[in-house]
Nanobody
Framework: QVQLAESGGGSVQAGGSLRLSCVAS??????????MGWFRQAPGKEREGLAV???????GYADSVEGRFTISRDNAKRTVYLQMNSLKPEDTAIYYC??????????????????WGQGTQVTVSS
């Protein structure tokens, strides 16, 4: 089974940028069979699917982050990235990466993603 570990979170000022990374480990015959996603959860709010990327590099974004965030992957490194630009205080949350082999990964539904990282905190100050 795949294990995921996020890194790159931290505290930044509004308008700043962060790049999150998520490394997959464990037995993986072909990493490309996994679609990957980035989700976030702020206190008192539902977990939000931000960005997803399929094995063929197709991507999808939530309206709240499209144009500011970019998801990408490096299959040789078994790593998925989330480049976050123009950060806003409302982006403050715990950010999680997730993996799935579901055919419906593009819906960005957390229920479709059985494997999750531990999360990394992103704090954006005004």
């Amino acid at each position: 089974q795949v294990q995921l570990a996020e890194s790159g979170g931290g505290s930044v000022q509004a308008g700043g940028s962060l790049r999150l990374s998520c490394v997959a480990s464990g037995y993986i015959y072909d990493y490309r069979i996994f679609s990957m996603g980035w989700f976030r959860q702020a206190p008192g709010k539902e977990r939000e699917g931000l960005a997803v990327i399929g094995g063929g590099d197709s991507t999808g974004y939530a309206d709240s982050v499209e144009g500011r965030f970019t998801i990408s992957r490096d299959n040789a490194k078994r790593t998925v990235y989330l480049q976050m630009n123009s950060l806003k205080p409302e982006d403050t949350a715990i950010y999680y990466c997730a993996a799935t082999t579901s055919r419906t990964w593009f819906r960005r539904d957390a229920a479709d993603f059985p494997s999750w990282g531990q999360g990394t905190q992103v704090t954006v100050s005004s």
